[in-house]
């Protein structure tokens, strides 16, 4: 019971958090041990080889063993090129369950197309048609805009091959039709921010479609003599059946985009664009009560934006997690100098120790806040991982000086060394984890160049070199960026990146003379440049680079 009323005193002096547990990730061992198994991957695998036999063997065709015989060895290539090339999808079960999953779908509905025309129960849907109306893009669209265009490459050519199969004897006509289509569904999904390309990219499949077919004799007859023996009426009912295949397929592919991403927790370029809007109740609350940070997490987005694109990492990714990396201060705004008031600092009243505390908190805060809001994994990952396990150095630093102050006392006093606590560094760092991916580095590093930005007086092109290659340095010589794959050669680009970006942010301006008012300094002076004036802060307190 005392200790229930001591945590409420120390709760209503903002000294103690109201939470008895806080949130966590649900993590299952057992799904952590499905996802790697050997024995889930070669079930999957041999799933596939199921999968084809069924679809091999159904319906009349001429040598179906021969046929499956020949698709269990393109699928030992498969295997093989994945493992060389993508060996992060092979071993990794649910990318793999993705991966053929959606190249089976694929082949089951060209499968089913297949047998409906040749039943003969639909008038305007004959067997030489099946060509027309096959998902050749739905595989190589689905892959290129989840996992990338090396994905979207690999089910092109594999998916091409084996639904020449499908159809009796290798069709070289259907082959590179399916193969082309393919390709140009990947080479028009480099990057989708938006839904709109995925219905571009359809589009000009379907005209892809639609020419081949011209070539290879799937349209027609036609009588390029005697245009008036053509049915012209049969005609535009195939045209419209091979440019409408490609379009059609693009939709059901931007619909099947977002369960796909829900189910095998796979983030694309179009829902980080989604999540990127800042009327998020989170975002909106920090405009109300941490403005200051708020401001900063804009700014740093735009840094952090900029030097993704300069090393090929994802930008939007970079955006979003920007905006969200220090939710966590809405639970003590005030105590982080952003967001201070002119009169007063609450630092001024707590030991160094306690002060680092609540700074080093608004990680655990921040997890908790994107927990609780359902953020996406991957803003959760950068949250506790944009500090590592760096030094809270402003509160270290004035926690060593009133132990040295202590010292000179304790002599003066007779003290003994026993009776003054010691200084651990360990008190003063983040709990990490240290950035694990490129974009996490990259956030970590513009959050950090960004705070120590505001404090430079008169910033020139110079100052700001300087300060950025001496706050990277500062990050490397600590091993913050030792467990993300940045490579020295990426850091420099992303070094001049911040320059440029903060050049642009901190530029100068022309301090102007008030109308009817005559200065007293020379001209030369009035029109010399004054640089943006940084809030004035309590004489106290840290620099903002501190958090």
Known sequence: MFDFLKRGRLIRRGLASRKMRRRRRARSELMRNLENATYVRVFLLALFAAGLAFLVFSGQQPEPTKNYVIALLVLATAITQLWINQPKSF???????????????????????????????????K??????????????????????????????????????????????????????????????TLQVRRRSKLIRAGLYVGLAIWLLSLTFGLIGPINWFYPTANDWGMLGWQSALAIGNGVLTATLVGGAL??????????????????????????????????????????????????????DANATLCRVCSYFHDVGKLVKPEYFTENMSFERNPHDELAPTMSALIIIAHVKEGVDLALKHRLNQRIIDIIQEHHGTSLVRYFYQRAVQQHEDAR???????????????????????????????????????????????????????KIEALVNELIDERISDRQLDECDLTLGELKVIADRFRFTLLSMLHTRIAYPKAGHRPAVPRDEILRPDVMAARRKPETAPPISAA
């Open 127 to 188: 067997p030489e048609m099946a060509g027309l109306i096959t998902p050749y893009a739905f595989a190589p669209l689905v892959l290129s805009v989840l996992l990338g265009r090396q994905h979207g490459l690999y089910a092109a050519f594999f998916v091409s091959l084996w639904s020449s199969m499908l159809f009796g004897p290798i069709d070289a006509p259907l082959l590179l039709t399916s193969l082309i289509s393919g390709f140009t569904a990947v080479s028009l």
């Open 91 to 125: 071993y990794q079960n649910s990318r793999l369950l993705l991966v053929f999953g959606v190249i089976l779908a694929q082949l089951a509905v060209t499968k089913l197309l297949l047998v409906i025309c040749n039943s003969g129960d639909y008038r305007f849907l």
């Open 258 to 311: 977002p369960m796909l991403e829900n189910l095998f927790r796979i983030t694309t370029d179009i829902s980080w664009l989604e999540a990127s809007d800042l009327n998020h109740p989170l975002l909106r609350r920090m405009t109300i009560e941490a403005p200051g940070t708020y401001h900063h997490s804009l700014v740093v987005a735009n840094l952090a934006e900029a030097a993704a694109e300069a090393v």
């Open 408 to 462: 000179a006392g304790g002599k003066i006093m007779k003290l003994r060394e026993d009776d003054i606590p010691e200084v651990h560094e360990e008190s003063f760092r983040y709990s990490g984890p240290k950035p694990q991916t490129k974009e996490s580095a990259i956030v970590s590093l513009a959050d950090t160049i960004e705070s120590a930005s505001r404090s430079l007086e008169k910033p020139t092109p110079q």
